[in-house]
């Protein structure tokens, strides 16, 4: 099963293989970069065989699945890197998964065991939550390390990141309106909101409080519901939302949605929202969207606010509010670059932000030397 030789791996520092057999944890941590500091990134708790299952008998399933997890954590920790390196934080990229399916495994006892794992890397790689994991199951990782960040309690604990991410997303979305539209203001600017969940609805909040027009959609009822009574917002049917005649698109759900089927049908000018990997293919769809003039800001330069939250819990250091919020406020500014030297290069947005941020982790690393 290749690492080295896996298209996902770039230099990575560090890869570690877990396991513990009494609670059946099988986990990977990567470490792309500490040339910034410390590796930060959250915990991947996935089934990866699951896809496999009904076309592969079973250990055939479960080897593709670990390969599957492989590539998973090695691309998501360089994506950390980027991340954190474009949003000027102090940390490094790292990422972890956990295979299995967290509902029939994700004991607290299993856990703790992955602490320990974590814990002997001592404070290379700081484990965060994500897809999978909650905040009971990093607390329980974090009776066993003082390496986790985004608690919920403790001295530096700084509990949800969704509310930063909003903030970062809501001022992404004014970046980008400014840039194509010219408008200083996002009142009466119309914007289609995919997934209302912890993000999606603190972002319809400041979108209303902005005079924004706001279209909404999600495929859970109660999420609907807790937009709508945020103010007037019109609901669509989730299969329709990209396809909304509006300025903005905010994919704030799943990745991947922006692709061969959704792209010819987008009808917005922007995009710009808090979702992972939206792009199916980096390079590709990004142009594609350049050549259709419709101007994508980077997922992962838009949804840094909860990573930037989370920064000054892993140094150990108390910050308040007005300052964590002025750094979020500047990924604005990061996105201008951004935009002002893909229109200069003719290059697209995404290819242009991951040079930067490669950019900066080269320097940092050549400081380290
Ligand atoms: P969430 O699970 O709370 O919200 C996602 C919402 O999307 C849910 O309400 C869900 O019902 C809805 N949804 C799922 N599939 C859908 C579909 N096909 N059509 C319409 N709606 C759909 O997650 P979140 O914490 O709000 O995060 C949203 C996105 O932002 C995710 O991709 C996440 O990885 C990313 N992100 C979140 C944070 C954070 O601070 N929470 C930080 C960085 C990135």
Redesign the pocket.
């Known amino acids: 099963m290749p690492v080295f030789d896996s298209r996902s791996f770039r230099d990575h520092e560090q890869v570690v293989f877990c396991s513990d057999a009494e609670t059946g944890l099988k986990a990977i941590i990567a470490v792309h970069s500490t040339a910034l500091g410390p590796a930060g990134g959250g915990i991947r708790f996935w089934d990866y065989a699951a896809a496999h299952r009904h076309v592969a008998p079973g250990d055939i399933a479960e080897s593709r699945g670990e390969q599957d997890a492989i590539y998973d954590v090695l691309r998501l920790s360089r994506g950390m890197s980027y991340k954190n390196a474009m949003a000027g934080l102090r940390l490094g990229g790292g990422k972890s998964v956990i295979i299995g399916n967290p509902k029939e495994i994700g004991t607290p006892d299993l856990m703790r065991a992955f602490g320990r794992h974590v814990d002997r890397l001592s404070g290379t790689y700081y484990a965060a939550?994500?897809?999978g994991t909650s905040p009971e199951m990093l607390a329980a990782a974090g009776e066993s390390t003082q390496y986790v960040s985004g608690l919920e309690t403790g001295e530096f604990g700084t509990g949800?990141?969704?509310?930063?991410?909003?903030l970062g997303v809501f001022v992404s979305i004014q970046s980008a309106v400014k840039h194509r539209l010219g408008k200083d203001s996002l009142s009466g600017v119309h914007v289609a909101v995919?997934?209302?969940?912890?993000?999606?609805?603190y972002l319809v909040e400041h979108l209303l409080k902005a005079g924004a027009k706001v279209t909404i959609?999600?495929?859970?009822a109660s999420?609907i519901e807790a937009a709508r009574s945020k103010g007037d917002v019109t609901v669509v049917d989730?299969?329709t939302?990209h396809a909304v005649d509006c300025d903005v698109f905010a994919?704030?759900?799943?990745?991947g949605?922006l692709n061969p089927k959704t792209i010819p049908h987008i009808n917005a000018s922007v995009i710009a929202?808090?979702?992972?990997?939206?792009l199916e293919r980096e390079g590709v769809q990004d142009e594609e969207l350049r050549k259709r003039s419709i101007l994508y800001a980077p997922?992962?330069v838009v949804?840094?606010?909860?990573?930037i939250?989370v920064e000054a819990e892993v140094h150990r250091e108390k910050v308040s509010d007005a300052e964590r919020e002025a750094k979020v406020v500047r990924i604005g500014n990061t996105l201008a670059k951004i935009f002002e030297a893909s229109d200069r290069e003719g290059r697209p947005t995404g290819v242009i932000a991951n040079e930067m941020a490669e950019d900066i982790i080269a320097k940092a690393s050549q400081k380290q030397k």
């Open positions: 939550e994500d897809v949800d990141p969704s509310p930063h991410t909003a995919q997934g209302v969940g912890h993000v999606g609805l959609t999600d495929i859970v999420n989730p299969v939302i994919p704030c759900a799943l990745g949605g929202g808090a979702a992972n990997n939206q997922d992962y949804n840094a606010g909860g990573i939250s």
